[in-house]
């Protein structure tokens, strides 16, 4: 149901990102999306990778902060409106999304990753709905 | 001008008799009604009597900031509670304050010793003074008010904080003196300028104190202002400021031995070094009555110089001072040990995160940054979490050292490990 996004703490300053990507490719991890948050200080990199557990691994081995976090994947159809209505379902629950970011996940799908403030409830209310989650096995 | 000439210019044998007969009472005092010196000294198999004039001031022991923390918080109070009318405090190592009290005649002394300070700088009952230390449980507001009120002078009592207000009625009251940290009077220097104002003040003279500042600052900041600015010192463990102050010639500060007796000795052998060489500034306090203090460690290096002055005084003076013994800093007037920021950090978890305490001077205001490395346990895929973070340990941190900081997050192991003793400060102030 949930899959699993590799969150990394990186400072923002020249070279860091650039670092992190060079410790993926070494341990050979492909990054399938990504979302970047910016502060002025430091910024926070989500990444969706084929292999999440050795891709936090090969980071923490070279000192950075790495986490695994569950968060949704939803796929989508091409319509206008479409996210609007999925987000209104969620949002009449009153639950607050967190983050979100873009997933391609095929050739003519779109897909999004949410992360919510009660992600198992959210969970609960999108299966009761006609959505197809993304699993971790797709992004693989 | 001379506040007490009888004996700001006693000569030194004179002095000696003097300091003698007060060395034997305070010990008297301390031995009967503090059980901590009264251990101490048995301890050393010493009884008052054994002390009879300031010959045998190496005989006593010494106090450090760590047994006023070990006894807060009146435990070295020498006079019954009922007799103290004040008390002041200052951040301990810890987090835990010290605490110092008062009695009348001390705060009397402490006025007059302020005052000597004061006229030293050459302000008098006809000058208009703003005293601009912050109020309260620091020593500076309250002291510098009381010096400045027995001089006679008139008084406005401005704190800190609202320098808008004070450069306003300075120039509006016709202020001819100050009373401030450096830093603060570089800043109010700063501000006259912005406002194009220095040329409506009647301005004539700065006492600063609290905190440490350069030679090239003084004479920097009393070109700029058409002023003359004197250097005040003062702890409160020994009184609060106007401990020293220096006069017009500014070669050295003249301590107010009558009431300080200074010794300077070398911190690791804790032997006396000889007049002119650097070492540990070290007082025994031999009129106070709330809490005389035997031989307290000020952890403050310097040098003494008992020659006679060009300005007619005979008490001793000490150099500038060259540094701390301790890892104690002097951030915008207060006290701050890395071991504060360290017990604070404490609080975040069982372990105390990877840090480091970069002080730095903006402008002429003191900044502190503290830079935490971001664990696994603090870590957070969301932005808010990590704000979070980043408030609340600044929020610890103020807590603990009574100073707003400015909190970065930084990646683990980016805070350079030592090898020896670890290094949690960079203090990038240029004050040598």
């Known amino acids: 149901m949930y899959i699993k996004q590799l969150s990394v703490f990186i400072e923002n300053r020249e070279g860091r990102l650039e670092e992190v990507l060079d410790v993926l490719k070494q341990s050979g991890v492909n990054i399938v999306s990504l979302s970047l948050a910016d502060t002025s200080e430091y910024g926070l990199l989500r990444l969706l990778v084929n292999n999440p557990e050795a891709g936090k691994k090969a980071l923490r081995e070279n000192g950075f902060s790495a986490m695994l976090t569950d968060v949704l994947g939803v796929k989508l159809c091409h319509r206008v409106g479409y996210l609007q209505e999925l987000l209104e379902v969620i949002c009449k629950n009153g639950i607050n999304i967190e983050y979100m970011y873009a997933l391609s996940t095929g050739t003519d799908d779109a897909s999004i990753v949410i992360k919510t403030s009660d992600l198992e409830k959210a969970a609960a209310i999108l299966k009761e709905t006609a959505v197809e989650l993304v699993t971790q096995e797709e992004i693989a | ?432």
Request: charged letters at 25%; proline letters at 4%; aromatic letters at 6%.
């Open chain 2, 1 to 432: 001008m001379i506040w007490n000439e009888t004996k700001e210019c006693m000569s030194r044998d004179e002095m000696r008799v003097l300091q003698s007969a007060r060395l034997v009472k305070t010990v008297e005092r301390v031995y009967h009604n503090v059980p901590f010196y009264r251990k101490k000294m048995q301890e050393l198999g010493l009884e008052p009597g054994d002390i009879k004039g300031i010959e045998d001031l190496q005989k006593l022991p010494f106090t450090t900031k760590n047994d006023l923390r070990d006894t807060y918080p009146f435990g070295l109070f020498a006079a019954p509670q009922s007799e103290i009318v004040r008390v002041h405090a200052s951040s301990g190592t810890t987090g835990k304050a010290t605490v110092v009290g008062y009695t009348r005649k001390d705060l009397d002394i402490w006025s007059e010793c302020v005052a000597r300070a004061l006229t030293m700088a050459g302000v008098s009952r006809n000058d208009i003074i703003q005293v601009a230390y912050g109020y309260g449980l620091f020593t500076g507001g309250l002291g510098a008010h009381g010096g400045a009120e027995k001089l006679g002078a008139m008084v406005v009592p401005m704190s800190t904080g609202n320098t808008k207000k004070l450069t306003t009625m300075m120039k509006d009251f016709g202020v001819t003196a100050i009373a401030c940290t450096p830093s603060y009077l570089c800043h109010i220097a700063e501000t006259l300028e912005e406002e194009d104002a220095i040329k409506d003040i009647k301005l004539k003279c700065a006492i600063c104190g609290a905190e440490p500042w350069t030679e090239n600052m003084r004479k920097q900041v009393e070109q700029k202002l058409h002023i003359h600015a004197h250097d005040i010192y003062g702890l409160s463990e020994v009184m609060g400021p106007g401990v020293a102050c220096d006069c017009e010639y500014h070669k050295g500060l003249h301590v107010y031995e009558d009431h300080f007796l200074p010794e300077i000795i070398d911190p690791e052998t804790l032997q006396p070094v000889a007049p002119g060489e650097t070492g540990e500034l070290v007082f025994t306090t031999i009129t106070k009555e709330g809490i005389p203090l035997l031989r307290y460690r000020t952890r403050d290096l310097t040098s003494i110089d008992y020659s006679p002055c060009e300005c007619g005084r005979t008490l001793a003076r000490i150099s500038r001072f060259k540094g701390r013994s301790d890892d104690m800093l002097i951030i915008r007037g207060v006290n701050v040990f890395p071991s504060q920021i360290e017990a604070a950090l404490l609080e975040m978890g069982e372990t105390t995160p990877h840090y480091m305490m970069i002080v730095d001077r903006v402008g002429n205001l003191d900044t502190l940054e503290v830079q935490v490395e971001v664990e696994e346990r603090f870590f957070s895929d969301e932005i808010k979490e990590l704000e979070k973070l980043t408030k609340k340990i600044a929020t610890v941190i103020q807590h603990a050292i009574g100073l707003a900081v400015k909190v970065k997050l930084v990646e683990p192991k980016t805070i350079e490990r030592s090898m020896g003793k670890a290094v949690h400060v960079i203090d990038k102030r240029k004050l040598v």
